[in-house]
């Protein structure tokens, strides 16, 4: 299966600013989502990243706030942007590795802990 | 859309036991599905997935699960836990033609010596 490297791996951060994360695929893969996890929570989707077009953001996320690019099958990223304390998360990227939703492998997530 | 339920919160059980941890899930189509399980400071591991065929599905570690179509089920079992297997364990389904996968709560095993 894929091999995800996502980084950094965790960050502190001044409220306010904003943190660009990193994923990539080692292999091409058509589809490419990043997750959030909030502390003691589960995953919740925040967006499927699509080669070459915006992505498509699900209920309660919005592009301002998440930016993510994806110029290729390869890599994707994730902005986190005006940054205040509720976003202290995990966010882990995915990628659909073998195709039609059959198996999705994960990277080992950045930790973000905003103050 | 889909969901899924997972029954349990937290699951304690003693080494060498046997284990079951619910998922229930809710969909309006066709679904696969699958469990993952995440050790702490680390990110998910693919135990097992169900997409078609066999609904007796196994994976690593000696996990295996039963997809019950009637039931909406797909409870995770293993015969005989270890220490190792503490961790956070995820119910996920998706649509299949969706692409995305929606968790459960997570069930968190603490396997007792």
């Known amino acids: 299966s894929a091999v995800i490297s996502q980084k950094p791996s965790r960050d502190i951060c001044q409220r306010g600013t904003s943190l660009t994360i990193q994923c990539q695929v080692d292999?091409?893969?058509?589809?490419m989502f990043w997750y959030r996890q909030q502390p003691g929570q589960s995953l919740t989707l925040i967006a499927t990243a699509n080669q070459g077009s915006e992505a498509t953001y699900e209920s309660g996320f919005v592009i301002d706030k998440f930016p993510i690019s994806r110029p290729n099958l390869t890599f994707s990223t994730l902005t986190v942007s005006n940054m205040s304390p509720e976003d202290s998360s995990i966010y882990l990227c995915s990628a659909d590795d073998i195709g039609q939703g059959h198996g999705y492998t994960f990277g080992s997530g950045t930790r973000l802990t905003v103050v | 859309a889909q969901s899924v339920t997972q029954l349990d919160s937290q699951v304690p059980v003693f080494e060498e036991a046997p284990v079951e941890l619910r998922c229930n899930y809710s969909s309006s189509v066709s679904v696969y599905l699958f469990w993952y399980v995440q050790y702490p400071n680390q990110g998910l591991q693919l135990l097992l997935k169900?997409?078609?065929?066999?609904?007796l599905v196994k994976g690593i570690n000696g996990f295996e699960a039963e997809f019950n179509k009637s039931q909406t089920s797909f409870h995770l079992r293993k015969p005989s836990v270890h220490i190792s297997d503490t961790a956070e364990y995820f119910c996920?389904?998706?649509?299949?033609?969706?692409?995305?996968?929606?968790f459960g709560q997570g069930t968190t095993l603490q396997v007792k010596p």
């Open positions: 996920a389904v998706s649509g299949r033609n969706t692409g995305k996968l929606i």
């Open positions: 169900y997409l078609s065929g066999s609904t």
């Open positions: 292999s091409q893969v058509t589809m």
